[in-house]
């Protein structure tokens, strides 16, 4: 995420908003009116965290709602692109091990998981 931007810098609440913007940009791509009328989602649980360097940023666990992970990709990326502290650097892999959950839940305290972000389906 962009740490600056003109006069503003960003903060904990700053990010969340920024993501839960993202979000809603990447649910009208994915779903269109399924996502306002129906409540239709991704699923995603959201984890903020500092890095060592200093830098305000997320890791997501989502399940991809396109056809191809390519394709999510380029949405991701889009829709990314579109948020104010949206920032060039985007990495999006396919999860084939527990090892990402363990990687983005490493802290023994939870204070990074955005509640209000995550959302997650029965």
């Not at 962009?2 to 006069?7: F, M, N, V």
């Not at 996502?35 to 305000?56: H, N, P, T």
Request: glycine share 6%.
């Amino acid at each position: 995420m962009k740490q600056r931007e003109g006069a503003s810098n960003l903060d904990t609440l700053e990010a969340s908003k920024n993501l839960r913007h993202f979000l809603n940009r990447l649910n009208t791509l994915a779903f269109g009116n399924a996502f306002r009328r129906y409540g239709k989602r991704v699923e995603v649980v959201a984890v903020q965290e500092v890095s060592i360097g200093g830098r305000l940023h997320y890791h997501l666990a989502m399940k991809n709602p396109f056809e191809t992970l390519e394709e999510c990709e380029a949405a991701i990326c889009r829709c990314w692109a579109k948020t104010r502290w949206g920032y060039d650097e985007v990495d999006v892999r396919p999860i084939f091990s527990s090892g990402w959950i363990s990687y983005i839940t490493k802290e023994r305290r939870i204070d990074g998981w955005d509640v209000e972000n995550t959302h997650l389906v029965r």
